[in-house]
């Protein structure tokens, strides 16, 4: 069955309800008439319909795979092709900060899409759910050079987000945490532990994936409160050299099976700080409750 965006029933909603049709007058989303929110709509109920919505059933059949050899993962066929023209659309930068390519539009109006995208493939619209969750981490809590670093790249889709949290040993209770950061001479830090249940931890779709990792530093409190945050690369933008955080494998589920969701070992990668120290609990927060008001998420705790 073809899906139909139900573009009027999200219009009566938007503008007969809760009142988007007044956005435009802030200043800050003086763009967002409802002409353009209504166009926005009708665009993305294409897109859903004709790129993204083929690629689901195929997609779930045949699933992810991991190679051992390569520590790599493809995902389904077409699903490079389709996030592709996500990315060429813009659809990634929908509401982001336009200091930083983002085009600035509401958050409600990447909702609507959300919905469209997850309604036609949830597995798919995974992968700039989470990179969306580290966008706005790191512009909330970033220092300035880790924003001049990531964030375009995140916005434009070139990079892939994640969110390392869940251990072995641990999910709910991230107070019980491993995964340990020692400090190096150059500021960076080497991040060592095993991340389990990562959305997107590794995948074909692009060549970069940035992860926010959750780590103890050397004498951190045993709790919650001794928890720092750090962004992680797989690749390291400066030298263009391979990080050690490898993909160990995938781990099975009943559905949503062209989601990468991937063992993760920091076999002492290279990390730094976002934000405070001992303050990652907080920072990641910011992440963790894009990612429960997105419904993405399977997991009763943090993902
Ligand atoms: C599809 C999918 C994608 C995921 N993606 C990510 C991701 O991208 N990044 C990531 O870090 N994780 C991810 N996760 C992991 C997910 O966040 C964890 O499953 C979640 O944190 C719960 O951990 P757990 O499964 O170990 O359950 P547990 O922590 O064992 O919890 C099981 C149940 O016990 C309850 N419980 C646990 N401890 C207590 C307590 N002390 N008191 C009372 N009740 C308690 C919980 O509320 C829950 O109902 C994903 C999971 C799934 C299924």
């Given at each position: 069955m073809q899906y139909q965006a139900p573009a009027n029933d999200l219009r009566f909603l938007l503008f007969d309800v809760l009142g988007a049709d007044k956005l435009h007058e802030l200043e800050k989303y003086a763009d967002a008439t409802p002409d353009l929110i209504s166009a926005v709509i009708d665009e993305a109920g294409k897109l859903a319909a004709e790129v993204i919505q083929p690629t689901n059933q195929p997609g779930d059949r045949q699933g992810c795979s991991y190679d051992p050899e390569t520590k790599s993962v493809k995902t389904p066929d077409g699903f490079k092709q389709a996030y592709d023209k996500f990315v060429e659309g813009g659809w990634t930068a929908l509401d982001a900060p336009i200091e930083f390519g983002g085009q600035g539009l509401p958050h409600t109006l990447k909702f609507i899409v959300?919905?469209?995208?997850?309604?036609?493939?949830?597995?798919?619209?995974?992968?700039?759910?989470?990179?969306?969750?580290?966008?706005?981490?790191?512009?909330?809590?970033?220092?300035?050079?880790?924003?001049?670093?990531?964030?375009?790249?995140?916005?434009?889709?070139?990079?892939?987000?994640?969110?390392?949290?869940?251990?072995?040993?641990?999910?709910?209770?991230?107070?019980?945490?491993?995964?340990?950061?020692?400090?190096?001479?150059?500021g960076s830090y080497a991040i060592e532990g095993t991340k389990i249940w990562i959305t997107g931890g590794e995948h074909d779709l692009v060549d970069n994936i940035v992860h926010l990792v959750l780590a103890k530093l050397p004498g951190a409190p045993d709790t919650t409160k001794g928890i720092s945050l750090f962004v992680v690369p797989k690749v390291?933008?400066?030298?263009?050299?391979?990080?050690?955080?490898?993909?160990?494998?995938?781990?099975?589920?009943?559905?949503?099976?062209?989601?990468?969701?991937?063992?993760m070992n920091f076999e002492g990668a290279k990390g730094w700080l976002v934000g405070e120290p001992n303050k990652g609990m907080s920072a990641m927060f910011t992440m963790m409750n894009e990612a429960r008001l997105d419904g993405r998420h399977a997991g009763p705790g943090p993902g």
């Open positions: 959300d919905e469209m995208v997850c309604s036609t493939n949830l597995s798919l619209g995974m992968y700039p759910g989470l990179t969306h969750g580290a966008i706005s981490a790191l512009f909330e809590h970033g220092s300035d050079e880790l924003k001049n670093t990531y964030l375009e790249k995140l916005i434009s889709g070139e990079w892939t987000g994640t969110m390392c949290l869940t251990e072995p040993q641990c999910g709910t209770d991230l107070g019980l945490i491993r995964t340990k950061a020692t400090p190096n001479d150059d390291l933008p400066d030298s263009g050299e391979r990080n050690p955080a490898f993909c160990g494998g995938l781990e099975h589920k009943m559905g949503i099976k062209g989601s990468a969701t991937c063992v």
